[in-house]
């Protein structure tokens, strides 16, 4: 039996996982909902439902990775009880993470565009309906975009090739440290700016009022989704990296500081936003039109803008390349364990079907517009990412909350033990009642929500 890599140290186990958990929604979500509820009053809710939601699944799924010493492909198998099918989320939890893959490598590769074209000062001379007009642009022109994913694709997954520490951890590592130190520059920059006061007071100052304007209970589960989906849980993205980690420290300690950071781009984001769109009397909007529309007209009226706009695109682009590769090196640790092939084989089979499974959603925006999944306007990413969002996440995070806490499963004593082997804070054993019956209660109504405000709001 061959050896399973660890990681080489503890801050590559921490800032990997938090690359994992932190992505594109940190950055464009976060903001425009924060906006939308009031600012400090939804930030207080949401990490309130940080801490009592997100947290105790993170650890579970490290837990279960770490005691198995597998990927999802086989953990389940060697942790549930004889005759149990807790092992067919296996199937699930690939599935989410090709179809995770298959549309956040086309954003990703949107990113990459636009730090090259801020590079080149590709906006300069523009007027600003000209720099909103060339988001629609590029997507109009299938062979820039494909490249652009298959650049992503191939370039992430040679990163993996090289291994967890040579590869996986080592560029990850910098990517994430270089990603907070980018953060805090333009942070810095962001609040200097002349409409900054009115921006921070925006985003830091609670208006309880927004909380009634929009319903208190909407606001209520609006924080909960992205507390909940903030954290990538479900699919055991999470779980690999419990499985490439020793015994020396808890894990409940260890996942709350990936919380804390991923906690910290998501609030660091609004620094960077909200005082940048007041100065120049913007609304934050939520989505690709905030991201490739608004933000490159703020940098285009901004001295050096074209430096800052490039060092925040840079920003995105690490925050969504760690997630891809994080993801990427789930998938190919699934088939290592789960058919005993080797790391070359499984990246080149992985790059050739992850280029062909990628190419719908790059193409739902040209050739395959026509294909309008849940009516007009609608692309066939919308159809992957409500998949995942509103399906495989919560659902696989249910399936990992009962495992750990259910007497048909691997059981609450045996998570207990694992979950606090080693130095560090312990999960309290008081909250078992709660993970037992109120959360999973609490993930049902997420899922079924979902569904409603899909197809009956």
């Known amino acids: 039996m061959k050896q399973r890599e660890k990681f080489s140290s503890r801050m590559g186990f921490v800032l990997i996982s938090a690359g994992c958990a932190i992505g594109l929604g940190n950055v464009w979500r976060f903001p425009f909902i924060t906006g939308k509820y009031g600012g400090a009053a939804f930030v207080l809710l949401y990490l309130i439902f940080l801490v009592i939601m997100g947290l105790p699944i993170m650890i579970m799924e490290f837990t279960v990775g770490r005691a198995s010493q597998k990927s999802v492909a086989m953990s389940f198998d060697a942790l549930e009880p004889a005759g149990s099918k807790w092992h067919l989320h296996k199937y699930t939890s690939i599935a989410g993470n090709y179809l995770l893959m298959m549309f956040y490598t086309t954003v990703a590769g949107w990113i990459l565009i636009y730090c090259w074209k801020m590079a080149v000062g590709g906006f300069q001379g523009m007027s600003p309906t000209q720099i909103s007009d060339v988001f629609s642009q590029i997507n109009a022109q299938p062979l820039v975009t494909v490249g652009a994913m298959f650049i992503v694709v191939i370039g992430c997954f040679s990163i993996c090739s090289f291994g967890l520490n040579n590869g996986v951890e080592k560029v990850t590592k910098i990517m994430m440290l270089c990603l907070l130190a980018i953060m805090l520059a333009l942070a810095i920059h962001s609040v200097t700016?002349?409409?900054?006061?009115?921006?921070?007071?925006?985003?830091?100052?609670?208006?309880?009022?927004?909380?009634?304007?929009?319903?208190?209970?909407?606001?209520?589960?609006?924080?909960?989704?992205?507390?909940?989906?903030?954290?990538?849980?479900?699919?055991?993205?999470?779980?690999?990296?419990?499985?490439?980690?020793?015994?020396?420290?808890?894990?409940?300690?260890?996942?709350?500081?990936?919380?804390?950071?991923?906690?910290?781009?998501?609030?660091?984001?609004?620094?960077?936003?909200?005082?940048?769109?007041?100065?120049?009397?913007?609304?934050?909007?939520?989505?690709?039109?905030?991201?490739?529309?608004?933000?490159?007209?703020?940098?285009?009226?901004?001295?050096?803008?074209?430096?800052?706009?490039?060092?925040?695109?840079?920003?995105?682009?690490?925050?969504?390349?760690?997630?891809?590769?994080?993801?990427?090196?789930?998938?190919?640790?699934?088939?290592?364990?789960?058919?005993?092939?080797?790391?070359?084989?499984?990246?080149?089979?992985?790059?050739?079907?992850?280029?062909?499974?990628?190419?719908?959603?790059?193409?739902?925006?040209?050739?395959?517009?026509?294909?309008?999944?849940?009516?007009?306007?609608?692309?066939?990413?919308?159809?992957?990412?409500?998949?995942?969002?509103?399906?495989?996440?919560?659902?696989?995070?249910?399936?990992?909350?009962?495992?750990?806490?259910?007497?048909?499963?691997?059981?609450?004593?045996?998570?207990?033990?694992?979950?606090?082997?080693?130095?560090?804070?312990?999960?309290?054993?008081?909250?078992?009642?709660?993970?037992?019956?109120?959360?999973?209660?609490?993930?049902?109504?997420?899922?079924?929500?979902?569904?409603?405000?899909?197809?009956?709001?």
């Open 193 to 457: 700016m002349p409409g900054a006061a009115e921006g921070l007071s925006f985003y830091l100052l609670p208006d309880f009022s927004k909380l009634t304007e929009y319903g208190l209970f909407n606001v209520i589960f609006d924080a909960m989704g992205q507390a909940f989906f903030t954290l990538s849980l479900g699919m055991g993205s999470i779980a690999i990296f419990g499985s490439y980690i020793g015994k020396e420290r808890s894990l409940t300690g260890e996942a709350v500081i990936v919380t804390l950071l991923d906690t910290f781009v998501a609030l660091m984001a609004g620094f960077i936003i909200f005082p940048a769109c007041f100065t120049f009397g913007l609304q934050p909007d939520s989505g690709p039109k905030l991201i490739f529309e608004t933000l490159p007209n703020v940098f285009a009226g901004l001295p050096g803008g074209r430096m800052w706009g490039f060092l925040f695109f840079v920003f995105l682009l690490f925050a969504a390349l760690s997630t891809v590769i994080a993801v990427f090196e789930n998938i190919l640790a699934w088939w290592m364990d789960y058919k005993d092939w080797s790391r070359k084989k499984t990246v080149l089979i992985n790059v050739v079907l992850m280029l062909i499974l990628c190419l719908p959603c790059v193409l739902g925006f040209n050739l395959l517009s026509g294909v309008q999944p849940f009516g007009a306007g609608s692309t066939i990413m919308d159809l992957e990412d409500f998949i995942v969002s509103n399906n495989v996440l919560p659902l696989g995070s249910l399936i990992y909350l009962l495992f750990c806490t259910s007497k048909y499963g691997w059981g609450w004593n045996n998570f207990l033990e694992e979950a606090n082997t080693g130095l560090g804070a312990k999960f309290p054993k008081w909250v078992k009642v709660y993970v037992s019956y109120v959360l999973p209660l609490v993930i049902l109504v997420i899922f079924i929500q979902g569904y409603v405000a899909k197809f009956w709001i």
